[in-house]
């Protein structure tokens, strides 16, 4: 049967997905000048949304990058679009970037941030892959260096998962000096 389209949250409406779009001067198109946040969902609530706005005001900060909206704002419009889309087990996609402006390398002045966000449906509880274990290799550390900021820039996290993928694993963790700092899209932890 037809599925219902997923209803986005951009730039203060709530829009189908279809209609969502977003300008290509938007600095995030760009340039990645933003960051974003995934809030886990389970039974219709935010999981650890807290830590997840301290961390995402902490990037912002870093980027001197103001915030679109307040914490409470946020949360308000995250729980709106958990109820317009009816999600029970996922996740909020969240991004703020420096918004639009003429491409230059220099931060513009007066610009708006950008405000971004949607649901995703994800296994998080049930999932097989947490009683069976991923296959995991390991892969130079190619990020930049201040992946302490979460910012979009994510290429080198892609190109990680891609060749965890080709050679028949689930996934890649990134090994500096000998350490492993993070996996591709994930936490290492032993």
């Known amino acids: 049967g037809k599925t219902m389209a997923r209803t986005v949250y951009v730039n203060g409406e709530f829009v189908a997905e279809e209609a969502a779009?977003?300008?290509i001067f938007d600095r995030g198109f760009l340039f990645a000048d933003g960051v974003y946040?995934?809030?886990?969902?389970?039974?219709?609530?935010?999981?650890?949304?807290?830590?997840?706005?301290?961390?995402?005001?902490?990037?912002?900060?870093?980027?001197?990058?103001?915030?679109?909206a307040?914490?409470?704002?946020?949360?308000?419009?995250?729980?709106?679009?958990?109820?317009?889309?009816?999600?029970?087990?996922?996740?909020?996609y969240l991004q703020v970037t420096?918004?639009?402006?003429?491409r230059d390398f220099?931060?513009?002045?007066?610009?708006?941030?950008?405000?971004?966000?949607?649901?995703?449906v994800k296994a998080l509880l049930d999932?097989?892959?947490a009683v069976q274990g991923l296959k995991i290799i390991t892969t130079p550390e190619l990020r930049w260096g201040r992946r302490d900021?979460?910012?979009?820039?994510?290429?080198?996290?892609?190109?990680?998962?891609?060749?965890?993928?080709?050679?028949g694993a689930d996934d890649a963790w990134f090994v500096e000096q000998g350490?492993?700092?993070?996996?591709?899209?994930?936490?290492?932890?032993i």
Request: aromatic share 2%.
């Open 98 to 102: 420096r918004g639009v402006a003429d």
């Open 37 to 68: 946040e995934v809030t886990s969902v389970v039974a219709g609530r935010l999981i650890d949304n807290p830590a997840h706005m301290l961390r995402l005001k902490r990037s912002l900060s870093e980027l001197s990058l103001a915030s679109p």
């Open 70 to 92: 307040t914490n409470d704002e946020i949360e308000a419009i995250q729980r709106h679009l958990i109820e317009l889309n009816q999600l029970e087990e996922g996740l909020v």
């Open 127 to 129: 999932n097989p892959k």
């Open 106 to 120: 220099n931060y513009p002045e007066n610009t708006a941030p950008s405000l971004v966000m949607f649901t995703q």
């Open 149 to 167: 900021i979460k910012t979009v820039g994510l290429l080198a996290s892609c190109m990680a998962k891609n060749l965890a993928v080709q050679s």
């Open 179 to 189: 350490l492993i700092t993070e996996g591709s899209s994930n936490n290492a932890y």
């Open 21 to 23: 779009s977003i300008s």
